[in-house]
Structures are given as C-alpha cells and as structure tokens.
C-alpha cells in the first residue's frame, strides 16, 4: 500500500507545488537564487584542496590565502604542510634576476 502512496504524493506534490519538490523537479524560474555558503575550513588538507580550486578558477590570491592558512594550522611533520609549502613555492612570483 505504501508502495502505490509514495508515488502518487510525489506527483501531487510536484504538481501542487510542494516547495521542497518543486524546485528538485522542475527548473522553476520563480524559485528564489540561493547565495553560496562559505564552509569554513577545519583541516590543512581542506585548505591546501581549496587552495588547488582556487588555482582551477585563476584565483591565484585567493590559492595563496588558502595555502597560508594551511601553514597556520598544520603541525610541522604534517604532509599537508609539506603540500602547502611547495603550493606556496611554485605560486611565488619568479624574482627578476632570474629572467632571461
């Protein structure tokens, strides 16, 4: 009996309208755009790995950010810190002595 009840509230909820439904069936226009949450980093790792999105998105600043505050809470024998470390390093501007 459940089986049947199941998909027939789905349906008239989806049609109804049913918020929680509405928005996960349909593209609807009306439905108001969520602001992105900013998850606060808790680990080395989740900051060294937010760091690598920040470099995907060409947020070379915002990488930096992130690899420094890995720095700052990663122990010193911690691999993430040694991660973070070379991140910070290949990131570093070249000094002009060194160009060509």
Known sequence: MRRRFLPLFL?????????????????AP???SEAAVEVPKST????YNAG???????????ARREWNRCLAMSSPESEARVDCLVALEKSAAPSPELEP
């Open 11 to 27: 349906l008239s909820c989806a049609v109804s309208g049913c918020a929680s439904l509405r928005s996960a069936l349909t593209d």
């Open 30 to 32: 009306d439905a108001p």
């Open 44 to 47: 080395p790792e989740q900051s």
């Open 52 to 62: 690598v999105l920040d470099v995907e998105r060409g947020d070379y600043d915002a």
